[in-house]
């Protein structure tokens, strides 16, 4: 009902918002020139910030469906928001001056949730003790029972710090973010549920977490909030989720899997967004490392991420995969096989629930 609701309310909310993002002129006005000859020039004037559609349709979806003064719940919930508007703070600040915030103050801000993430935690001594172990995904019991406070503070930074940029890097094709995130939080949804049944985590063997079933209801509002969207996402998009939707997205994502202790198991059910974030990693690195040792800067891809390398690819017509009887291959081709790939990452992450 949550993800009914959300995707409802998605559908009916969806041209209201395009047609006040026009109004308001929240306007895409930076042609992306990495993608060597492919025309991004049609992107130009779509509306932005549509990640408001999501916090929208989501968080009016949980209020109605959730259990409201459920501790996961608020968790999940108030990163979902912070991180969004955090986003949202970024994309108003690059149509009024041409450039969002910086990294270091991102980071900044996101390491501030952080604190805030853990002390809620710190409250409930069953909920601090279990955040502070360190689970992989193929043993039954805690490879660290214990963390500690500056290992934890640090754990808990990389999972959310990480997979909320990870998105935002994702997010530079029509459809393409919110399709996998939407996977990903499928993913989610049946393992917060299995933890939150006692004879399901029994036999998993994974962490049982007392009214963590609630975060199977959050989960379902988000994966409603993210197929509503990519009804007007899906190229040609309508609108684009900006850094709002990105944010928001990863850091709900990370939320829940902090709160039912599947971590690393977001290495494999992201593992588009891995790749998209390593791609970011490798290039930089290997341009600075070349730049000093040789002075002259060598890149690892076309260009990063990842998505904008195959770009390149079928830009210059040497792909296989996108050259489609001599002519260069759609912006879909490329989404779509993401898509596909996120699929099978989680399908990998929900085995690892039975391999104990």
């Known amino acids: 009902m949550a993800a009914g609701s959300a995707f409802v309310l998605s559908l009916l909310a969806g041209p209201w918002m395009i047609n006040n993002l026009q109004k308001f ?194 989960c379902g509002a988000l994966l409603g909030g993210c197929l509503g969207f990519l009804w007007f996402n899906a190229h040609p998009a309508q609108m684009f989720m900006g850094d709002t939707g990105s944010l928001a997205i990863g850091g709900a994502l990370a939320a829940v899997a902090i709160l039912i202790k599947q971590e690393l198991v977001l290495i494999l059910i992201g593992g588009v967004f891995v790749l998209e974030a390593l791609s970011v990693v490798l290039q930089v690195g290997c341009f600075k490392l070349s730049r000093r040792i040789t002075g002259t800067g060598r890149r690892v891809f076309r260009r990063s991420p990842l998505h904008h390398h195959f770009e390149h690819l079928a830009s210059e017509g040497i792909s296989n995969v996108e050259v489609v009887k001599g002519r260069v291959g759609s912006e879909n081709r490329i989404v779509i096989r993401f898509w596909i790939l996120s699929l099978l990452f989680t399908l990998l992450g929900l085995l690892t629930l039975k391999v104990r």
């Open 25 to 218: 002129q929240c306007l895409e006005t930076v042609e992306d020139h990495r993608v060597g000859s492919l025309d991004r020039s049609a992107k130009v004037g779509t509306p932005t910030m549509g990640g408001l559609l999501i916090l929208f349709s989501t968080g009016l979806s949980v209020f109605l469906w959730a259990v409201p003064v459920n501790f996961y719940v608020l968790c999940a919930a108030s990163t979902f928001l912070f991180m969004g508007g955090l986003g949202f703070w970024d994309d108003v600040l690059k149509l009024r001056r041409g450039r969002g915030l910086s990294s270091r103050i991102k980071f900044f801000w996101q390491g501030c949730w952080v604190v805030v993430f853990l002390l809620l935690l710190f409250k409930n001594p069953e909920h601090w003790a279990r955040t502070q172990q360190l689970m992989l995904p193929f043993m039954k019991n805690p490879l660290i029972e214990s963390m500690g406070w500056i290992g934890t503070f640090l754990f808990v930074g990389v999972v959310l710090v990480g997979a909320s940029n990870a998105v935002n890097l994702t997010d530079g094709l029509d459809g393409l973010a919110v399709g996998c995130g939407a996977t990903s939080v499928a993913a989610y949804l049946v393992m917060a549920y299995a933890a939150s049944h006692f004879l399901f985590a029994d036999y998993l063997q994974i962490p049982f977490v007392k009214g963590g079933g609630e975060l199977a209801v959050f």
